[in-house]
């Protein structure tokens, strides 16, 4: 238990489908951040979060959506999914204090299959 | 694009032997971390090196970080079953707004009775 949750664990939807992914922090961070995992490819930062503003934007096409509306909350809104963003998508946090290479802390993820 | 190219990719080992997975950059880094994730969770940072040349011991593990912090090392003694896993290095180029983390592709180890 690293003190993020992230719900679903696991989901499938279809191409036309419109879902969101959550995740909670319970440890006072103020930056929280979202990954993708997929087989063949690093792990991909896709969006970052602090202090429940947008700094980081890495290219990701507008089918994903994300929301922070507050400094505990992060979510992953979806819509008109391609079968290619079938992935583990991860939730982390961190302090964020400005020094070299903070402590994230990654949620256990969600299992994402879009049919 | 920073790439962390980490080998070796997969590595199958018996219980008791010793291992060591590399990290590779051309890019230089501020500091570089090492994660290990099993199935079903999300990566757990083991250590974090910054300087050129740091060495860093976590039980029978041990971190290395190059002279030009470009590279890193990951040695195991005597794997164990619980050694089993995903692990990653992650580079920071340095502090920022939030902490931007480039992933290497990942060894996975398979430590086995």
């Known amino acids: 238990e690293t003190g993020v949750t992230q719900t679903p664990r696991h989901l499938v939807m279809g191409m036309t489908n419109k879902k969101s992914l959550k995740c909670e922090q319970h440890?006072?961070?103020?930056?929280m951040y979202w990954y993708k995992q997929s087989a063949k490819k690093p792990l991909e930062l896709m969006f970052v979060?602090?202090?429940?503003?947008?700094?980081e934007n890495n290219s990701v096409p507008s089918r994903f959506s994300p929301e922070c509306p507050n400094s505990s909350h992060l979510f992953l809104h979806l819509h008109t999914l391609q079968p290619e963003d079938s992935a583990l998508y991860l939730c982390?946090?961190?302090?964020?204090?400005?020094?070299?290479?903070?402590?994230?802390?990654f949620g256990p993820g969600t299992r994402l299959t879009v049919l | 694009t920073q790439l962390l190219e980490q080998s070796p990719q997969f590595l199958s080992i018996q219980e008791g032997e010793n291992l060591t997975v590399y990290c590779n950059s051309s890019s230089v880094f501020s500091s570089l971390q090492w994660y290990r994730q099993e199935p079903g969770e999300g990566p757990v940072l083991l250590v974090t090196?910054?300087?050129?040349?740091e060495v860093k011991k976590l039980k029978r593990l041990t971190f290395q970080f190059g002279d030009a912090r470009k590279d890193s090392s990951l040695h195991i003694t005597a794997a164990q079953p619980g050694d089993t896993g995903l692990y990653l290095c992650a580079g920071a180029k340095g502090p920022g707004t939030a902490s931007k983390l480039t992933f290497g592709t990942g060894t996975r180890l398979q430590v086995t009775l």
């Open positions: 090196v910054v300087t050129g040349g």
């Open positions: 979060y602090s202090l429940e503003e947008r700094v």
């Open positions: 440890l006072g961070h103020n930056a």
């Open positions: 982390a946090s961190s302090q964020d204090r400005g020094i070299l290479a903070d402590t994230q802390y």
